[in-house]
């Protein structure tokens, strides 16, 4: 069974930084994007960043753009989100998501097939 559970969400000041995760289980990474989204309250899934096989691209949701870095690691079956100078507005439950492409990503949450349960960030002081 295809699993992710996402960890590494906390509460903190605005200016901070987090690193959230992403471990798969029950498949391995190979052969899929991978890709972050987040919701908040009362607003739909947005995407934040996504990361193809090999990590041969990369996209960023203008919002996060030189904030967020995302990353991953196959041999542990991992995609980290690296999140810096965090803002209020970035307060909400963060996603993993995988799809099968070799080539793409898309910041598109109806795209991804495997989902996890999420983790929670909330940017406050």
């Known amino acids: 069974q295809l699993q992710f559970v996402e960890s590494g969400g906390a509460l903190v000041q605005p200016g901070g930084s987090l690193r959230l995760s992403c471990a798969a289980s029950?498949?391995?990474?190979?052969?899929?994007?991978i890709g972050w989204f987040r919701q908040a309250p009362g607003k739909e899934r947005e995407g934040v960043s996504c990361?193809?096989?090999?990590?041969?691209?990369?996209n960023y949701a203008d919002p996060v753009k030189d904030r967020f870095t995302i990353s991953r690691d196959d041999a542990r079956n991992t995609v980290f989100l690296q999140m810096n100078s965090l803002k209020p507005g970035d307060t909400a439950v963060y996603y993993c998501?995988?799809?099968?492409?070799?080539?793409?990503?898309?910041?598109?949450?109806?795209?991804?097939?495997?989902w996890g349960q999420g983790t929670q960030v909330t940017v406050s002081s």
């Open positions: 990361i193809t096989e090999n990590s041969a691209v990369t």
């Open positions: 029950g498949f391995t990474l190979a052969g899929y994007a």
């Open positions: 998501g995988a799809t099968i492409s070799y080539d793409r990503c898309s910041d598109q949450a109806g795209e991804y097939e495997y």
